[in-house]
Every structure is written in structure tokens, then in C-alpha cells.
């Protein structure tokens, strides 16, 4: 009887080792994991940056190109805020008409959108 309580405690703190073990393990792999996280968000971020200044370059570039052969971006850049005025309100009133058809066609368009920038 007294081997078996022996053998018992020993299995018991074997078992016990093994989960302290496992959880030390596990905090580990989490650390490592919010490190990988955080290095990936500021990578994200740069690359984010890099991004928007490389588009805003591209649009000073072709505003420059287009005054250069006579047109105005400047009327452009109005006629686009007049027509999506607009865009919005009929936006709005279809949205308040039909919110299902409205919500179908927006599923529809993430959808495709997905697809499309997971390429």
C-alpha cells in the first residue's frame, strides 16, 4: 500500500512537472508570437506609407502631365465632387427604398473585391 502512494506521488508530480512544463512552452510561444505580431504591424505600416506617398506622387505627376496639355484638374477635381454628390444621394435613397437589394449588391461587391486583392 505504501509503494502504491509512492508511485502515485511520483506519477502526480511527474504530471506536474510535465504541465508546468507545457505551460512555460506556451507562454514562450506566445511571446514570440506578440513579438512577430508587432514586427509585422510596423512592417504594415511602413509599407502603408510607402504606399500612400508613392500614390501621391503619381497623382501630382499626372496633374502635372494633364495641365500641361491644357486641361484643368482643378474644374475636374469639381465636376467629380458635383456628379458624387450626386452618386451619394441616390446612394442614400436606394439604401432607404430597397436596404436588402442595397446590402445584397454590397455583399456582392466585397466579395468580388476579395477575390480580386487576394491575388
Same mark, same amino acid.
Given at each position: 500500500? &505504501?509503494?502504491?502512494?509512492? =508511485?502515485?506521488?511520483?506519477?502526480?508530480? %511527474? #504530471? $506536474?512537472?510535465?504541465? *508546468?512544463? +507545457?505551460?512555460?512552452?506556451?507562454?514562450?510561444?506566445?511571446?514570440?508570437?506578440?513579438?512577430?505580431?508587432?514586427?509585422?504591424?510596423?512592417?504594415?505600416?511602413?509599407?502603408?506609407?510607402?504606399?500612400?506617398?508613392?500614390? &501621391?506622387?503619381?497623382?501630382? =505627376?499626372?496633374?502635372?502631365?494633364?495641365? %500641361? #496639355? $491644357?486641361?484643368?484638374? *482643378?474644374? +475636374?477635381?469639381?465636376?467629380?465632387?458635383?456628379?458624387?454628390?450626386?452618386?451619394?444621394?441616390?446612394?442614400?435613397?436606394?439604401?432607404?427604398?430597397?436596404?436588402?437589394?442595397?446590402?445584397?449588391?454590397?455583399?456582392?461587391?466585397?466579395?468580388?473585391?476579395?477575390?480580386?486583392?487576394?491575388?
Amino acid at each position: 500500500m &505504501a509503494r502504491a502512494k509512492a =508511485d502515485n506521488d511520483t506519477t502526480f508530480e %511527474a #504530471v $506536474g512537472e510535465a504541465a *508546468e512544463s +507545457m505551460g512555460d512552452r506556451a507562454r514562450a510561444g506566445a511571446a514570440t508570437a506578440a513579438d512577430l505580431a508587432s514586427e509585422l504591424a510596423g512592417k504594415a505600416s511602413a509599407a502603408s506609407e510607402a504606399a500612400s506617398e508613392a500614390a &501621391a506622387d503619381i497623382a501630382q =505627376d499626372v496633374s502635372a502631365r494633364l495641365k %500641361a #496639355v $491644357g486641361i484643368d484638374t *482643378e474644374v +475636374m477635381a469639381g465636376a467629380a465632387k458635383d456628379q458624387l454628390g450626386g452618386l451619394r444621394q441616390m446612394l442614400a435613397d436606394e439604401m432607404q427604398s430597397r436596404p436588402l437589394r442595397t446590402l445584397g449588391l454590397a455583399a456582392a461587391a466585397g466579395i468580388v473585391l476579395g477575390f480580386l486583392s487576394s491575388r
